[in-house]
Every structure is written in C-alpha cells, then in structure tokens.
C-alpha cells in the first residue's frame, strides 16, 4: 500500500522548504523518492530573450503587451495570483478598448500584405516557431504549472503537443491547396474545368481556455496562419 503519494505539483511547491523521502507504488514497482518543496511559489529564472518582455514592478515583473509588433508596457495591470498557494507571481499588462481596436485596424491593412507571402514560407515560419518553442520548453512548462495549476506531467504533454502541431503544419498545405473539378457533371461544359481558390477571410480572434493555455490558441494560430 502506499506510504505518500504525490502529485509532482503539490509537493514541489508547498509552504516551506524541507526535504521528505516517500515510498511510492506505481505498476507494482516500489522506488524512494527525494522531493525538494519551495518555500512559496515564484517565477522561475527568465531567460535572456525574454528581457524585453518583462520589467519591474512592486518588486515583481510585470509583462508587457505584443502589440503591432512591438512590446508595449500599460498602466493598467492584473495581477497574476498561483492556484497552488494563492502567491503572487506578476502581473501583466492589460490592454484597452482603444488599443484593441487599434490593433484591428492594424492587422486588417497590414493582412493584405501578408497574403502575399507563399503558404510554404508560412510554414516555415511555424516550423521555426516550434523549434524556439522545444529551445524553451523547461521555462514554457513551469510557467504552465505555475499559473495554471497543472501537474508537471500534463503541462510538459501540452507544450510537446504544441510544438508537434508547430511541425506538422505541412500538412495542412495538402487540404487548402487550389483544386480543380472537371465540368462533365452538365451539358455543354464538357472540356472545361472549375478552380476552387481558398482566400483569406480576414484578422482571427482566438480566446485562450484556462484549461489549455498553450494547444488551443497554437493549434488556431496554425490553421489561420496557413
């Protein structure tokens, strides 16, 4: 029987520090196990690329908004508050009506432009974004624990499935490529030939679940983007 189960998020960021020894069973299998338990939770050490992104506030970090292809730091702050021990973690820049609509505007004139890119440079583009993603994926799975509440386990399945998604963009060429359709089905359209041409609607609006932070906005992305 078990002696302590835990689950990786509980014990790696309870309220203060000490070091526990447990037996656990798992597929019949009993192992020791050494857990290091944080004193209260906290962001973890950001990394050098990211310095643009975050600057200090109330002895904290605040994040800044992408916003037209620059990062933008606003007064209107939320704070970031840990589901594991109701601590602090940041807080983030929160954007207004007018800097919404803005944006809008923004994308729309700037979208016809972008169409004009070739669906297989767009790929690439992904393809790249999945490969800074892996680069990052220790930071990108504690901050996933550390918001969201996730076990370990399901964050770290979340970020890989993410960056899966990112590589297998390619595949979605094959659905949205030009097809044409032989114009037999009626009289007097013989020797002819309809093309089916996929346009561009239009900006995207993707609302992130707090269940899935990280897939659900990426796997979006990735179909509008192509």
């Known amino acids: 029987s078990y002696i302590g189960v835990f689950e990786e998020t509980a014990t790696k960021y309870l309220l203060k520090y000490f070091s526990i020894i447990f037996l656990n069973k798992i597929n019949s299998i009993n192992y020791l196990m050494e857990v290091e338990i944080k004193e209260k939770t906290e962001l973890p050490k950001i990394p050098e690329e990211f310095r643009d992104v975050f600057v200090n506030f109330r002895n904290n970090y605040k994040a800044k908004l992408f916003l037209k292809g620059k990062w933008i ?12 021990d109701e601590n602090s973690l940041c807080y983030a820049s929160v954007i207004s009506i007018e800097q919404l609509n803005e944006s809008i505007e923004f994308l729309n004139s700037t979208q016809k432009e972008f169409r004009k890119i ?13 490969k800074i993603m892996e680069h990052f994926k220790d930071f990108i799975i504690e901050i996933l624990v550390l918001e969201g509440g996730k076990p370990y386990k399901e964050a770290e399945g979340e970020v890989n499935a993410s960056i899966e998604r990112l590589k297998l963009a390619y595949q979605d060429l094959g659905r949205i490529i030009d097809k044409a359709i032989a114009g037999e089905q009626a009289k007097g359209s013989e020797k002819k030939f309809g093309i089916i041409v996929r346009e561009p609607l239009g900006v995207v609006a993707v609302i992130t679940p707090f269940n899935y932070p990280l897939f659900t906005p990426i796997a979006k992305i990735v179909a509008s983007f192509v």
Do not use: F, G, Y
Not at 73 to 84: A, K, L, Y
Not at 118 to 130: D, Q
């Open 118 to 130: 070739p669906a297989n440079k767009r790929v690439e583009m992904l393809e790249n974004a999945s």
């Open 73 to 84: 730091e606003n007064e209107d702050v939320m704070e970031i508050i840990s589901p594991i």
